[in-house]
């Protein structure tokens, strides 16, 4: 059974950073590509970040130059670096994986909440 969880979210103050993790089991990442997203309050699903298996990596505008996606293939694990964070940035956030040449993310995590106060 493929599974994703995420873990890292918390209460933090504007300004400050997290760092999300996203862990597969069931199936490693391997030649996935793994996604963030988020979802806020009273909003839709929003793109944050992707990475694909050679490392290639695009960013929402809302994250360019604050947030870094990275991964791990040995420890099955991808990272997204979030810094100098703002309440703008309060949402729920999610990992999701496609398969290499897949256009939809069938696997999801059940997300980790990430509140940023002012």
């Known amino acids: 059974q493929v599974q994703l969880v995420e873990s890292g979210g918390g209460l933090v103050q504007a300004g400050d950073s997290l760092r999300l993790s996203c862990a597969a089991s069931?199936?490693?990442?391997?030649?996935?590509?793994v996604g963030w997203f988020r979802r806020a309050p009273g909003k839709g699903r929003e793109f944050v970040a992707t990475?694909?298996?050679?490392?290639?990596?695009t960013y929402a505008d809302s994250g360019k130059g604050r947030f870094t996606i990275s991964r791990d293939n040995t420890k099955n694990t991808v990272y997204l670096q979030m810094n100098s964070l703002k309440p703008e940035d309060t949402a729920v956030y999610y990992c999701a994986r496609r398969g290499l040449g897949n256009a939809d993310y069938h696997y999801w995590g059940q997300g980790t909440q990430v509140t940023v106060s002012s």
């Open positions: 990475i694909t298996w050679t490392g290639s990596t």
């Open positions: 069931g199936r490693p990442f391997t030649t996935d590509t």
